[in-house]
């Protein structure tokens, strides 16, 4: 099933959190909503989800249904909350008879979600026994509780150590083939390894979206990433004074030259720094990142903001 968002607003004291925002979520794919703290991301999924009215706009199914969709929705917050003194199975068993599913049928619903989420062996363990990652897959079984057709997760991954992190993507490849997932991360490179679809949030509105691979055909560059010792400023400097490099931005000691004609700045840069015996620690050719993107979308859209 999809889901259609038109021209959703909301505004807090007269400031915008979203921005007049129309979007449609495929059904069967997964769909990362990227951008900062404070761009929206949030406030987006709790009105999709019933949690929050929007200020303006409407959220509606591809059936045409609109107003109250939860039962459609599944949800899992930032910041889930469990009653810790309950086991695993015992806590879904809970939370579907606040669904209103039947008892008998709460208990099959608990024991096959669980295990379909990877942590059969630990139902009947407390859930403060429970690992992050485990009560995040916790989590999503609560969501799915009521077999909705859209999944939201909100920060799925963001507060796991990489192994738990692991886990949870791994999973949510899974689950694109029972529901449309639309998740919040401002964790860029599982973006680029989780998903289908894309949306790009700057300020409470959508500045890019698409496919992943679409948008970076649309904004790829290649790039050269060099290390230095010493100051990488004085290397900069030198380095922008090339036709080819179109800019040049230092980050992590290392400094990153993105240029028009790679085979070209590859053999120019190696011969210039052999001349000139610059002592270099690192030289990798490649492309730009979705983090690289992001940047890109978001600094083009501050400066015309400015303007």
Excluded at 63 to 83: A, E, K, S, T, V
Excluded at 93 to 114: G, M, N, T
Excluded at 262 to 286: I, M, Q, S, T
Aim: with cysteine; charged share 25%.
């Amino acid at each position: 099933m999809m889901i259609h968002l038109k021209n959703l607003t909301k505004i807090f004291d007269k400031e915008y959190a979203v921005r007049n925002i129309t979007f449609d979520l495929p059904p069967g794919k997964c769909t990362a909503l990227l951008g900062p703290n404070g761009a929206g991301k949030t406030t987006t999924l709790k009105m999709i989800a019933g949690l929050m009215h929007p200020t303006s706009g409407q959220v509606e199914l591809s059936n045409g249904m609109r107003g109250d969709i939860r039962q459609y929705i599944g949800y899992l917050p930032q910041h889930p909350q469990f009653h810790n003194w309950m086991t695993g199975k015992e806590f879904l068993q809970y939370v579907a008879r606040l669904s209103h599913i039947p008892h008998l049928e709460s208990k099959k619903l608990a024991e096959r979600l669980l295990e379909r989420v990877g942590i059969a062996d630990a139902k009947n363990r407390k859930i403060s026994s429970y690992s992050g990652g485990m009560k995040q897959r916790l989590g999503i079984a609560q969501a799915m509780i009521h077999k909705p057709s859209v999944l939201l997760l909100d920060e799925p991954v963001s507060a796991l150590d990489p192994i738990g992190r692991r886990d949870v993507l791994n999973l949510m490849e899974e689950l694109k083939q029972e529901a449309t997932l639309l998740y919040s991360t401002h964790i860029l490179s599982d973006a680029e390894e989780a998903s289908d679809e894309i949306l790009l949030m700057h300020k409470g509105s959508i500045v890019e979206s698409g496919s992943l691979q679409d948008v970076k055909e649309r904004h790829q560059l290649d790039k050269i990433t060099l290390r230095f010792e010493g100051d990488m400023q004085s290397y900069q400097e030198k380095v922008e004074a090339f036709p080819f490099v179109t800019h040049t931005d230092i980050q992590k000691k290392k400094l990153h030259v993105y240029v028009q004609n790679v085979h070209e700045a590859r053999a120019v840069l190696l011969d210039l720094v052999n001349k000139e015996k610059w002592p270099l620690l690192f030289f990798e050719v490649g492309q730009t990142t979705l983090e690289d993107l992001f940047m890109k979308v978001v600094n083009e859209h501050a400066m015309a903001d400015h303007l």
